[in-house]
């Protein structure tokens, strides 16, 4: 059974930090990209942050500076350091894994983790 879950939402104060995790587990050959979406009330779902296999980073302008992706080949983890906070960051955030199994790619998403940040 694949499963991609992420983990380390919660409740902070605007200026604040959080680290999202998100591990994939089961028979997986390899990852591919990971990336970070989240998704407010009465918004659409929107990119925050990818990691390529190789390191490469890309983020959306509005969390560039404050929030930074890594990953852990070895776990098969994710990770998002969110610094600043801004009660505008406030979103469901969910994982997206672009997995390898058996010769076929498909792409998993987490369950999402509650991201609040209080003014």
Known sequence: QVQVVESGGGLVQAGGSLRLSCAASGTIFSINA????RQAPGQQRELVAGITSGG???YA???KGRFTISRDNIKNTVYLQMNS???EDTAVYYCNAE????SRTYN???QGTQVTVSS
């Open 34 to 37: 990971m990336c970070w979406y």
């Open 56 to 58: 490469s980073t890309n």
């Open 61 to 63: 302008d509005s969390v």
């Open 85 to 87: 906070l801004k009660p």
């Open 99 to 102: 997995l390898n199994i058996r």
């Open 108 to 110: 998993y998403w987490g």
